[in-house]
């Protein structure tokens, strides 16, 4: 059994949920909602993205980063 987990502040980016059951959320829409909630520039959207959101969770082992359509794309998801 998997349970997903979501990004709060983010559902506007999930795109789809994968045949695992795993949210799948598009990096550059993340990054949209920062720039455009918080008042962010790009860069630092990437940037706060990529610490504070993508390596922690790699660093957990609850993500899963890929590629289509030269657009960024993740599965966040917990194993029990």
Do not use: P, W
Not at 33 to 50: Q, S, Y
């Amino acid at each position: 059994d998997k349970d997903i987990i979501t990004i709060d502040g983010f559902d506007d980016a999930v795109v789809g949920i994968s045949e695992n059951h795993q949210l799948i959320y598009d990096f550059d829409e993340m990054v949209e909602v920062l720039v455009n909630r918080d008042g962010m520039t790009h860069d630092g959207a990437v940037e706060f993205i990529e610490y504070n959101i993508t390596n922690v969770l790699k660093v957990q082992e609850y993500i899963n980063n890929f590629k289509e359509n030269q657009v960024e794309y993740f599965n966040i998801f917990l194993d029990n």
